[in-house]
């Protein structure tokens, strides 16, 4: 029985591991094809964005929901139909006759996707003993970050190579009737918890506030500042209904789909602050391939190249992460994280002027990444909670932290878009007329557009210089914001150390 289970263990854990690569590529892979897929169905660019915003979306309302269905129903059970829910997705976006459409098959991906990583964190929580749950968690979260990284290159080779946006959806239906399949055969489904009635009302007003505040945030950029705040407004009071909503039900004795007496424990709390700061720690490593192409002036088609080691890095700083948790406790391997992440982030805007300084600061800065996306946040999390509520434990911190991811890009294209304005002043002023070209654009790629149509080749390597230097500034902004984030992060992890890895618990 005991090798059984051990074997047991070993393909789900695998099969998990597959499915959150899989899903995590998702949101980068699109991103390189956002222009080609625009022009296919004739949509602006502002339009065409919603494409991953819906997706972004979608995680966000489906994965703390998950993570109590997960709880309540079975691990195994809603596995394979997050992952029918991903692939039907995959497939619909890949016939999309309309851009409409395209955009429900997304939000239908995304229902699929998001709660598989909580899927198989909980499973890993509630089978494997604590002294192995970091390096299994480790593995998992290393994919998890490894695949944001990895997304926006793989789908321009796809790009390339097949010529034909499709195939980046329809790679995932042979991987999603595979995992279907051995998921049926070799996981053991998880014993199902309360069987009190589904907490109907908790999941709508989750769903409305999460919406609301996401909607706010990601217009951040686009929309009026009223309309922002508004937005945001509305989905925190949501939110202090739904808290109102489940404390009465969970004192009559219901299943809340977040538990009140979890969100006022004090390790869960502290667990939430450092999701926020670990989705603005992966928001500033996504900048980095818009980094190498601006502003160190790597042809796209090389930047893959670049990017390689701080995607190997991560890997790496996830199993490191996992034995840390296991051999010295989470606080520690949180600190860990902020120290490299630190390093890594501050070298950007002191030292990095060509590859082997940025291969050191990606590296540091990958390693960062993947030991705090692994473990610890996770363990931290799971032992917040009783053993029927890791689930929900683990969806609301993944929502937290893709809440930190939503806002903080929002905050770090503020920086790039400041680089990009002052770039169209300075060089309209200082070359406009000698160079016969009026040189505006919103976008990076609008000034380059206009750069490469000036035909004097030595003039057109001056103003891209100009040009990298001046961006350079909006850059460094992101990425000492990144490190003020790490200093944030070792705060916290030398908090949970004084107080021995375990704020007061819940009883």
């Known amino acids: 029985m005991p090798d059984r289970m051990k074997s047991s263990q070993k393909w789900s854990i695998t099969l998990f591991t597959i499915g959150v690569f899989m899903a995590g590529l998702d949101n980068g892979i699109i991103s390189t094809a956002l222009t080609t897929i625009n022009e296919a169905f004739n949509v602006s660019a502002s339009w065409g964005a919603w494409s991953i915003t819906i997706y972004t979306l979608g995680i966000a309302i489906s994965v703390p929901i998950i993570g109590k269905l997960s709880d309540k129903y079975g691990r195994k059970r809603l596995f394979i139909i997050e992952i029918v829910l991903f692939g039907m997705g995959s497939l619909l976006v890949s016939i999309s006759p309309t851009f409409p459409f395209l955009l429900l098959s997304r939000f239908i991906q995304a229902i699929g996707g998001g709660g598989i990583f909580i899927i198989g964190s909980s499973y890993i929580l509630a089978t494997l003993p604590k002294n ?24 321009a080779v796809i790009l390339n190579v097949t010529g034909n946006w499709h195939w980046m959806f329809l790679i995932n239906i042979p991987i999603a009737i595979f995992l279907v399949i051995a998921g049926m055969i070799k ?35 686009g929309r009026s500042i009223l309309s922002v705040i ?11 209904v739904l808290l109102i909503h489940e404390r009465h039900l969970e004192q009559r004795g219901g299943d809340p789909i977040i538990s009140s007496s979890l969100i006022r424990t004090r390790l869960f709390q502290v667990t939430l602050i450092l999701g926020v ?44 992460g996992g034995y840390m948790t296991d051999k010295k406790g989470p606080s520690k391997a949180v600190v860990l994280a902020g120290v490299i992440g630190l390093i890594g982030f501050g070298m950007f805007p002191v030292m990095v002027t060509g590859f082997w300084t940025f291969f050191a600061a990606s590296t540091m800065a990958g390693i960062g990444l993947g030991i705090l996306l692994g473990a610890p946040l996770n363990v931290l999390a799971g032992n917040s909670a009783q053993e029927n509520e890791q689930g929900s434990a683990l969806g609301t911190l993944s929502l937290i932290r893709q809440i930190g ?19 169209e002043q300075t060089l309209q002023d200082t070359y406009g007329e000698r160079v016969m070209v009026e040189i505006t654009g919103s976008n990076y790629n609008d000034l380059a557009e206009k750069l490469n149509q000036i035909t004097d080749t030595g003039l057109q390597h001056e103003l891209f210089a100009v040009l990298s230097r001046i961006l350079q500034t909006g850059f460094d902004g992101l990425f000492l914001t990144a490190a003020v984030l790490s200093i944030l992060v070792i705060a916290v992890g030398l908090f949970l150390a004084g107080q021995g890895d375990s704020v007061k618990k819940r009883s």
């Open 277 to 320: 700061l670990s989705g603005g720690f992966l928001a500033g490593i996504i900048f980095i391939p818009s980094y190498v192409q601006q502003v160190l002036q790597v042809p796209v088609e090389n930047a893959g190249y670049w990017l390689t080691p701080m995607a190997v890095a991560s890997g790496i700083g996830a199993g490191l």
């Open 405 to 423: 991811l939503t806002l903080f890009p929002a905050l770090y294209a503020g920086f790039i878009a400041s680089g990009i304005s002052k770039a």
């Open 132 to 155: 192995k749950q970091g390096k299994a968690l480790g593995m998992l979260g290393g994919m998890h970050g490894l695949s944001a990284i990895i997304g926006p290159n793989l789908g």
């Open 230 to 240: 508004l937005f945001i407004l509305i989905g925190l009071v949501l939110f202090g």
């Open 187 to 221: 996981i053991d489904e998880s014993k199902p918890g309360s069987e009190s009635a589904l907490d109907y009302k908790g999941i709508a007003l989750l769903s409305l506030a999460i919406l609301a505040m996401m909607y706010g945030i990601t217009g951040m950029d």
